[in-house]
């Protein structure tokens, strides 16, 4: 099991950037894709980006391409997204989440094939 947590979010005008951590404990970090996914009120968990074990292979959701950017440093057990450029959709609650896996595997956007989810943090951004 990984413990995430989840921090740098907060309210900003449109157009702004913000850098998202993921903090991981336990070995397992280092044996996880993590994706980072979000929830805006009234609307259904959408993915964002992901990011391969190795942090080689990465992947993003259409509207956060050319602005989001996913990396991990696994040295400090630390996944994050730096996020550009941002407009009132990208509101939401932001959360990241563990996938434990071999170091082949493909990446994946299902929510569902993440295990260990950390407790989110809220970015708003206002026009």
């Known amino acids: 099991q990984v413990r995430l947590v989840e921090s740098g979010g907060g309210a900003v005008q449109a157009g702004a950037s913000l850098t998202l951590s993921c903090k991981g404990s336990?070995?397992?970090?280092?044996?996880?894709?993590i994706g980072w996914f979000r929830q805006a009120p009234g609307k259904a968990r959408e993915f964002v980006a992901v990011?391969?074990?190795?942090?080689?292979?990465?992947q993003y959701e259409d509207s956060v391409k050319g602005r989001f950017t996913i990396s991990r440093e696994s040295a400090k057990n630390t996944v994050y997204l730096q996020m550009n450029s941002l407009e009132p959709e990208d509101t939401a609650v932001y959360s990241c989440?563990?996938?434990?896996?071999?170091?082949?595997?493909?990446?994946?956007?299902?929510?569902?094939?993440?295990?260990?989810w950390g407790q989110g943090t809220q970015v708003t951004v206002s026009s």
């Open positions: 989440a563990a996938r434990h896996t071999i170091l082949t595997a493909p990446l994946s956007v299902n929510s569902n094939d993440y295990s260990d």
């Open positions: 336990g070995y397992m970090f280092g044996r996880s894709a």
């Open positions: 990011i391969s074990r190795s942090g080689s292979s990465t």
